[in-house]
């Protein structure tokens, strides 16, 4: 039996929380904001957590990027 997971874009592939990401909201193409992420640095090992399905496809949100960063 084979089992189709959907990434959804906008959550979190590490959490599953809204990753807040400016890129996939909702907002008229002239209107949309810098996303927060641009201002972010996200480690090699932090990115090596998302699982493969999600590579590429959904953004890590705050909340786990900070995490990241405490515990580093």
């Known amino acids: 039996?084979?089992?189709?997971?959907?990434?959804d874009?906008?959550?979190c592939p590490l959490c599953g929380q809204d990753n807040?990401?400016?890129m996939e909201a909702k907002a008229p193409a002239?209107?949309?904001?810098?996303c927060?992420?641009?201002?972010?640095?996200?480690?090699?090992?932090l990115l090596r957590q998302i699982p493969?399905?999600?590579?590429g496809k959904a953004c890590i949100c705050q909340a786990c990027v900070q995490k990241a960063?405490?515990?580093t």
Request: hydrophobic share 45%; with cysteine; net charge positive.
């Open 69 to 71: 960063v405490q515990t």
């Open 20 to 22: 807040r990401c400016a």
């Open 1 to 7: 039996m084979s089992v189709c997971l959907t990434v």
């Open 30 to 34: 002239n209107a949309q904001a810098a």
């Open 52 to 55: 493969e399905a999600a590579q």
């Open 36 to 45: 927060w992420c641009t201002r972010e640095q996200f480690s090699a090992a």
């Open 9 to 11: 874009p906008c959550r």
